[in-house]
């Protein structure tokens, strides 16, 4: 059975699982808000496609915080499991980051 939303507030994580509401809430408080603000294909402006971006910026980092909370492999999240030469942290912490640097440059 799942666990009740009362057992997953009592956790030690009770802090984490707040921001998260707060995120999902704000996040889709945001969308629908803006789901008035659709511009037509012929109104498009440099300010229209970047909200556009920012929306879609904002669904998959939520998604992205979404899916760690659920690790269904959890050897890539555990810090001590691989040995990445010069990396003190997880498979994905070093993926992130490795991404993180790939999209600044």
């Known amino acids: ?3 009740s939303l009362c057992s997953i507030c009592a956790n030690s994580n009770t802090t984490m699982f ?3 509401v707060v995120v ?3 996040i889709m408080l945001v969308s629908f808000a803006d789901a008035h603000r659709m511009v037509k294909a012929d109104e498009y402006t440099l ?3 970047r909200e ?3 929306r879609q910026e904002d669904t998959i980092i939520f998604s992205l915080i979404e899916r760690a909370r659920f690790p269904l492999n959890s050897p890539t999240y555990e810090r ?3 040995s990445i ?3 003190s942290g997880s498979l994905f912490d070093f993926i992130l980051h490795q991404t993180e640097d ?3 440059k």
């Open 1 to 3: 059975s799942f666990p």
């Open 18 to 20: 707040r921001f998260l």
């Open 24 to 26: 999902a809430v704000i």
């Open 47 to 49: 300010e229209s496609v």
């Open 52 to 54: 556009s971006l920012i």
């Open 80 to 82: 001590n499991y691989s």
């Open 85 to 87: 030469p010069n990396f």
């Open 102 to 104: 790939i999209q600044a």
